[in-house]
């Protein structure tokens, strides 16, 4: 790599040696004797152990396990927006379960295999049933209730679901403004003031062309007489309807929503 003309960057070159120090800090500091990860991570496993025997003359252990990938040739575990963690602090169980949901057809049977306890002859069927009807996506259903049933409990999965079923029009009831923020943290948002909520509140025809949903006036007559419009998921049905605070969740959010997909979030400033 040296020699090549694009050489290697210095995070690349420190890595090894970074990471060999951080074991050796962790067995000074906490006892820690083993390291394991990714058999990628061998060589860095390695390093540590042998700067721990030379510096301390101590023995210390590395554990490594096969690397999981993906039918892609990616790492498991890493999506666009980031890592993917247990603790609901880092990744909430809704997200959890649409990362497990969104598994590929191509890794689906063998993220069955490797995540859970199911017997062979259910993922057999479920194999069989992605075969003969994959837009049911049954095996990911299951596999996305089944790993966060064991990381988050039943209670978890109940909710994930019912969060889920709001993108499809499901009702809203039971939600507050966290399983809101996160069910539509990718949706285009804007912006109101609860000043203008307050009182006898907005016209739904200002609120859609506030929010950019509609570009005019009249465009957002149409869409309502059309029917098109919705806010948290129910149908309006009156032109002339009023918006008002007590339409919100939480008093911070309202979803708006055009035909079946196109969803907007409002964010109400106090």
Not at 16 to 25: C, K, P
Not at 43 to 70: D, M, Q, S, Y
Not at 133 to 153: D, K, S, Y
Not at 230 to 240: G, S, T
């Amino acid at each position: 790599r040296i020699q090549r003309e694009d050489g290697i960057s210095y995070t690349e070159f420190s890595y090894m040696l970074l990471q060999a120090y951080d074991f050796l800090h962790l067995f000074d500091t906490e006892n820690c004797v083993m390291q394991t990860g990714g058999s990628d991570q061998w060589g860095n496993i390695v390093a540590g152990v042998e700067l721990i025997r030379r510096l301390r003359g101590a023995r210390a252990h590395g554990l490594v396990f096969p690397l999981i990938t993906k039918a892609d040739g990616t790492k498991f575990g890493k999506t666009e927006s980031g890592t993917i963690w247990l603790s609901p602090r880092r990744t909430s169980p809704y997200r959890f379960f649409q990362f497990w949901l969104n598994t590929d057809d191509a890794d689906v049977i063998n993220y069955l295999r490797y995540f859970t306890f199911l017997e062979q002859r259910e993922i057999a069927e479920l194999e069989a049933a992605l075969l003969a009807q994959p837009e049911q996506r049954a095996a990911q259903r299951t596999l996305a209730q089944t790993v966060t049933r064991m990381v988050h409990g039943e209670t978890a999965v109940a909710k994930a679901e019912k969060a889920s079923a709001v993108l499809f029009g499901g009702d809203l009831d039971g939600l507050d403004a966290a399983d809101i923020a996160d069910i539509f943290a990718d949706v285009p948002s804007s912006e109101l003031g609860s000043a203008q909520l307050a009182g006898d509140g907005m016209s739904i025809v200002d609120l859609l062309v506030h929010a950019g949903v509609e570009q005019s006036k009249g465009a957002a007559k149409r869409s309502v007489h059309g029917g098109g419009i919705y806010l948290n998921n129910q149908r309006v049905a009156d032109v002339d309807q009023t918006v008002t605070l007590a339409h919100s969740i939480d008093g911070q959010f309202m979803v708006m929503r055009k035909g079946k997909k196109k969803y907007h979030l409002v964010k109400i400033r106090s």
